[in-house]
């Protein structure tokens, strides 16, 4: 087993392990590119709440690089006695602290927002030097925003929204999606330039309540989607719309054997990986040990996202257990080829 390819207790097929590489080179990318264009918004900021709205927005944005990146240190690790699960759960914990962080300053953006439109504040542009020519800040601003906004919305969002599948990543997931909504941001804040330029003096405040709004939508959908599924909600794809169906999937396996009458299963995300509970209802009253660890080999390699199975012979299926009903596109079913 190669360090790269390590994956708690078992081992990341090639897929999977390109993708992983992919996703690190690209969150190396949006830092260093974000970092800049927060050191050029930095010099046309100026008055506008707007901008200064936006130019945070892109401060925040930088939490979830490095929640993933922080946390792909831990998931890889093997279970122990301290951790009989593994580390998995640190991506979990990674999205919560992105939520919770953009939750928080996006409320209290809105809150500076709302109190500036009450208090009447007209924002004033001023003008700058550039060349020999005196030129209005406002076009700069318009500029550097119409310019920045090409990584995240046409290059590194749309990257890793393809790579947030292959590796059932929420947090890598939420990132993309954020950065592709990144345009609204953009217009938001050039609106409200264009708008103090115009001499409509709330154009400014409102474009900065919109964007704060946005902020605060970002955290508050993905703080509630990190809960649910630290609280061990039922497993869900990757963008937390439909059940998953490697349930179905493991459910149809268990029922093809001629030994096993009926069957349903509790699927855990772990966060990238799955811990099973397979109830089973056997046809016989005595099962051996063989047959059980045969069949909980066999499941495990249905998909390498099945990190831990445990086969559970019982006279009665449990009524929260899954029974295998299929809610999701068959596109994002489980294979035997999902393991090398």
Do not use: C
Not at 17 to 37: M, N
Not at 71 to 82: D, E, I, M, S, Y
Not at 227 to 250: C, E, F, G, N
């Amino acid at each position: 087993m190669t360090e790269e390819a390590r994956f708690g207790r078992t081992t990341l097929p090639q897929e999977q392990v390109r993708a992983r590489r992919s996703a690190i080179r690209w969150e190396i990318f949006t830092i260093v590119y974000t970092s800049v264009t927060i050191v050029v918004i930095a010099f046309v900021v100026g008055n506008s709440q707007a901008m200064r709205t936006a130019w945070i927005e892109d401060m925040l944005s930088l939490i979830p690089q490095f929640a993933f990146l922080i946390a792909l240190l831990f998931v890889g690790r093997r279970p122990t006695r301290k951790h009989p699960y593994g580390l998995h759960r640190a991506m979990g914990v990674g999205h919560l602290v992105a939520g919770v962080a953009l939750l928080a300053v996006g409320l209290n953006l809105a809150i500076e927002a709302v109190t500036g439109l009450i208090a009447g504040e007209h924002p004033t542009i001023g003008t700058v030097q550039l060349f020999g020519q005196t030129i209005w800040l406002g076009w700069l601003m318009v500029a550097v925003m119409a310019v920045v906004i090409v990584g995240p919305v046409f290059f590194y969002g749309p990257a890793k929204s393809k790579l947030a599948p292959v590796l059932h990543n929420k947090l890598l997931y939420a990132d993309a999606d954020m950065a592709k909504a990144d345009w609204q941001t953009t217009v938001a804040s050039i609106v409200g330039v264009l708008g103090v330029g115009a001499g409509v003096w709330w154009l400014d405040g409102a474009a900065a309540l919109f964007i704060s709004l946005g902020i605060i939508w970002d955290g508050f959908r993905n703080t509630k989607t990190a809960i649910v599924d630290l609280m061990d909600q039922r497993a869900r794809t990757y963008d937390s719309k439909h059940p998953h169906p490697v349930a179905a999937d493991i459910v149809s396996y268990l029922r093809s054997r001629p030994w096993i009458k009926d069957a349903a299963v509790r699927v855990r995300d772990q966060g990238q990986v799955f811990h099973v509970e397979a109830f089973i209802v056997p046809r016989r009253h005595r099962v051996s040990v063989h047959e059980t660890t045969d069949l909980q080999r066999k499941v495990t390699d249905l998909d390498w996202k099945i990190q831990d199975v445990v086969i559970v012979p019982v006279e009665q299926l449990p009524d929260e257990a899954d029974p295998g009903r299929r809610e999701t596109p068959p596109a994002l079913s489980a294979t035997p080829s999902g393991r090398p």
